[in-house]
């Protein structure tokens, strides 16, 4: 049984789920608080998630010909305000450097909130002809936007990321990168954060500044609230005629290029924790588990126990599997609770009996399940376990989004869906401004995306009754 | 032979190092300008050379038990302000965020030039007992310095980093820290990057501002220069009351942790290309050449030589040698001299008459060597040559370091070393800063360091003929 100590300090997900959140960030040691007023620090436990979705992400991206780069922290005033859709958009919220090295500054410079300015400014410089096109390039950075209210992981004033930005010969290309981009995404998440995602198109009202079209990647997290999950903007040639960024054609004529970028950020560590957790902590699915497998000896201090835990470790080890012993000297009732907190995905328990035996105690921490392993077999079954529990994670999301999901026909049901539930509310739409914002002001909700698998629901909006141009997905928004 | 196009636009290092410096570092794609007045765009040519450094000096940071985390980039003025000597050695030179979100900010905040400030912020909230230490932390992220003069790479107003900061409960632990991630960095020169380094001690004049005590691997640029490469640093308890970071003890006591930082920057690339580099351009080091083996085809369109070619090609790729193909239309031997001035450390040629003969051609970049190796031959062949390139990268640079450190006894062949010569120059010191100041003044070189392994030159110092306490290593700095 798990010690009580631990776990009793979290409140319960269904009393209070926004303090649920806030303890498990705490308690699991992702996250501190800072004298930065809005900044987090992100522990060790937390990076480590980090680290495992930077690598693996990137692997994805190189292998779609991406290639990482780095621009400056800072964009001068005058090279902000060259776009002005997106000077717009971002101008507000930004944080302004005005003194440098003892002396003020002839020009501001603000600190990156996205760097598409810089990458224009860069891409100007080096695009000449067809032969420099694509260029598909990203850093890994941290960003700045000056938000009123911050939340860990979800709404901080600097933030860690990856942006991506290209440049293409056409139109074309750049919508094909875009799409790409979004497939990444999705795949990402559904593979190896195990957490099912909509793949659509923003509206205008919430594309991103500058964007032509924005696509998105929306997920449901357990308090039936939605959350964007990474977004690939299609800018056509807009930020290329606002800084004249051309190419010699083939046929020899000037051209400007397409561009786009895509981004995810340390949110997503937000989203782990919400669509997966329980009210005993964490729940990390084993690709981005910092440990995968925490071995806890039982009556440790009898003969052969250490040694034959640590025999295990060794094991598992070679296996390649994140393998880690507790053998410090807490009870194994509060090391239980430790690895259920810090969502480590399976427990491996190994007493004096289990040894007698040959065999040892598995436990997953998804769905609590103990399965008896014959010590002989134990990396095969570990690997075995490492893959069930991971397809089982996305699963039981994939269920609870399915079943946190409802259709909307009349204005009444829509309502009622968002006052009576929460979820997702799939509906149809004219494509009207006016009724997004009506929507937005009488139930907070907002239209997540136009969902690249359609349905036809009814004919009408479901606001004004007008003809339906698409099926929208509604949601209340971290 | 190599086409000339490429190479005649390149100063000869003889001529003119610094422009052939500058020369490389645009005409391999390292760096761009920007924008942003002293900061510089790390085109994906040298990102990757970046994230070759990062990866492996990661892994050996986490062989010692290293956990990576994130603080944030700003700093509140009084954060920075804590401690009184660091205070006044980076207030001088930062950048300050003085208005955010459209409003002025209460308080300043600067980006950090480093994080000591903010790691003892953090220290401080998570250090309650020795159970909670050591707290052996490093992050990856770019710092700012608001330089005056930059040089792409050595000096620019944004650098990207990695700084390590460490908490312990003893002054010995601390030390031996400080000591053991020196020891990190000068296997990491010298085993990853080729190049030979001395290691040793800073002068109190020279240490960094907060330290007790500060080491440091110096490096010979191959014009006789010497670069600091990394350094280690002892803060004592001067940071923890400071900040007041105190543990209870086994007795149930309170006592001040210890604390020590260590930082690597981009900077490493620069002494790649000044170490190695020649009239030809970049000479990268296997281990963090992006690209180890470039395949050049001769007379590609005859039949069966891009077949052949892309054979070799995917049997490298398998055999995880990094290795590309260049089958674009320009001439042999322009390839062949995009292929030097990259730094690429081997290419291989293949025509239709090594086919017929069962061989190809490779050419070593360090050397120049041509070499006939049998097709069935290459793997291992290809294998074997990149560990000895690696070799003799580092025997050629230590043998020029060598060659390039001269001994002084009187001032007079103090003077002529430096004027006549140029290289690190050993003296015996006394130990009073007056004699490094009039040093610093009549010859513009500082002191490198007080090396680990002393040699005892004479018994005086080389400046006032008092009774000497340290040989030193003297040097003109970059």
């Given at each position: 049984?798990?010690?009580?100590?631990?776990v009793?300090?979290?409140?319960?997900?269904?009393?209070?789920?926004?303090?649920?959140?806030?303890d498990?960030?705490?308690?699991?040691?992702?996250?501190?608080?800072?004298?930065?007023?809005?900044?987090?620090?992100?522990?060790?436990?937390?990076?480590?998630?980090?680290?495992?979705?930077?690598?693996?992400?990137?692997?994805?991206?190189?292998?779609?010909?991406?290639?990482?780069?780095?621009?400056?922290?800072?964009?001068?005033?005058?090279?902000?305000?060259?776009?002005?859709?997106?000077?717009?958009?971002?101008?507000?919220?930004v944080?302004?450097v005005?003194?440098?090295?003892?002396?003020?500054?002839?020009?501001?410079?603000?600190?990156?909130?996205?760097?598409?300015?810089?990458?224009?400014?860069?891409?100007k410089g080096?695009?000449?002809?067809?032969?420099?096109?694509?260029?598909?390039?990203?850093?890994?950075?941290?960003v700045?936007?000056?938000?009123?209210?911050?939340?860990?992981?979800?709404?901080?004033?600097?933030?860690l990321?990856?942006?991506?930005?290209?440049?293409?010969?056409?139109?074309?290309?750049?919508?094909?990168?875009?799409?790409?981009?979004?497939?990444?995404?999705?795949?990402?998440?559904?593979?190896?954060?195990?957490?099912?995602?909509?793949?659509?198109?923003?509206?205008?009202?919430?594309?991103?500044?500058?964007?032509?079209?924005?696509?998105?990647v929306?997920?449901?997290?357990?308090?039936?609230?939605?959350?964007?999950?990474?977004?690939?903007?299609?800018?056509?040639?807009?930020?290329?005629?606002?800084?004249?960024?051309?190419?010699?054609?083939?046929?020899?004529?000037?051209?400007?290029?397409?561009?786009?970028?895509?981004?995810?950020?340390?949110?997503?560590?937000?989203?782990?924790?919400?669509?997966?957790?329980?009210?005993?902590?964490?729940?990390?699915p084993?690709?981005?588990?910092?440990?995968?497998?925490?071995?806890?000896p039982?009556?440790?201090?009898?003969?052969?126990?250490l040694?034959?835990?640590?025999?295990?470790?060794?094991?598992?080890?070679?296996?390649?599997?994140?393998v880690?012993?507790?053998d410090?000297?807490?009870?194994?009732?509060?090391?239980?609770?430790?690895?259920?907190?810090?969502?480590?995905?399976?427990?491996?328990?190994?007493?004096?009996?289990?040894?007698?035996?040959?065999?040892?105690?598995?436990?997953?921490?998804?769905?609590?399940?103990?399965?008896?392993?014959?010590?002989?077999?134990?990396?095969?079954?570990?690997?075995?376990l490492?893959?069930?529990?991971?397809?089982?994670?996305?699963?039981?999301?994939?269920?609870?989004?399915?079943a946190?999901?409802?259709?909307?026909?009349?204005?009444?049901?829509?309502?009622?869906?968002?006052?009576?539930?929460?979820?997702?509310?799939?509906?149809?739409?004219?494509?009207?401004?006016?009724?997004?914002?009506?929507i937005?002001?009488?139930?907070?909700?907002t239209?997540?995306?136009?969902?690249?698998?359609?349905?036809?629901?009814?004919?009408?909006?479901?606001?004004?009754?007008?003809?339906?141009?698409?099926m929208?997905?509604?949601?209340?928004?971290?």
């Amino acid at each position: 049984m798990a010690d009580k100590k631990m776990v009793e300090a979290i409140t319960s997900m269904e009393e209070d789920f926004a303090q649920w959140y806030t303890d498990i960030v705490k308690k699991a040691e992702l996250i501190d608080y800072t004298s930065v007023k809005g900044c987090m620090a992100i522990k060790p436990a937390g990076y480590a998630i980090w680290e495992l979705i930077q690598n693996q992400l990137d692997a994805m991206f190189k292998e779609t010909g991406v290639k990482n780069m780095y621009l400056p922290m800072f964009i001068p005033e005058s090279l902000l305000q060259m776009e002005k859709d997106h000077v717009e958009g971002f101008a507000p919220e930004v944080a302004w450097v005005t003194q440098g090295g003892g002396a003020p500054l002839t020009e501001r410079l603000c600190v990156r909130p996205t760097s598409e300015t810089l990458f224009c400014d860069y891409y100007k410089g080096v695009v000449h002809s067809y032969r420099d096109l694509p260029q598909v390039c990203n850093q890994w950075c941290s960003v700045v936007r000056w938000e009123k209210e911050t939340r860990p992981f979800l709404r901080s004033r600097e933030f860690l990321w990856q942006e991506g930005h290209t440049a293409h010969a056409t139109a074309e290309d750049a919508e094909k990168r875009t799409v790409q981009m979004l497939n990444v995404y999705a795949d990402f998440l559904e593979n190896v954060l195990a957490i099912p995602v909509i793949k659509g198109q923003k509206t205008e009202k919430e594309k991103f500044a500058g964007a032509e079209a924005t696509y998105t990647v929306e997920a449901l997290m357990h308090d039936g609230k939605a959350l964007q999950s990474g977004t690939s903007h299609n800018f056509g040639d807009g930020f290329a005629r606002a800084f004249g960024i051309q190419y010699t054609d083939k046929d020899n004529t000037l051209k400007y290029v397409h561009q786009t970028s895509w981004g995810m950020t340390t949110r997503l560590i937000g989203a782990v924790i919400m669509v997966h957790g329980d009210n005993s902590g964490l729940k990390l699915p084993p690709k981005v588990a910092p440990t995968q497998v925490m071995i806890i000896p039982i009556q440790q201090k009898k003969e052969g126990v250490l040694d034959k835990a640590n025999e295990l470790l060794d094991t598992l080890k070679k296996a390649g599997v994140r393998v880690d012993i507790d053998d410090t000297d807490k009870t194994p009732g509060f090391k239980f609770s430790e690895q259920e907190m810090r969502g480590v995905p399976m427990r491996i328990e190994i007493g004096p009996k289990d040894i007698e035996n040959g065999k040892c105690v598995v436990v997953r921490r998804d769905n609590g399940e103990k399965i008896d392993v014959a010590l002989s077999d134990i990396e095969s079954k570990v690997k075995e376990l490492l893959v069930t529990i991971q397809k089982d994670m996305f699963e039981a999301a994939k269920a609870h989004r399915d079943a946190h999901t409802y259709v909307a026909v009349t204005m009444d049901e829509f309502e009622k869906a968002f006052t009576e539930k929460s979820g997702f509310v799939k509906a149809m739409w004219c494509g009207d401004r006016a009724c997004e914002d009506e929507i937005k002001d009488k139930l907070a909700v907002t239209s997540r995306c136009m969902p690249w698998e359609q349905e036809k629901l009814s004919d009408v909006c479901v606001c004004c009754g007008k003809p339906a141009k698409k099926m929208v997905y509604w949601g209340k928004a971290y």
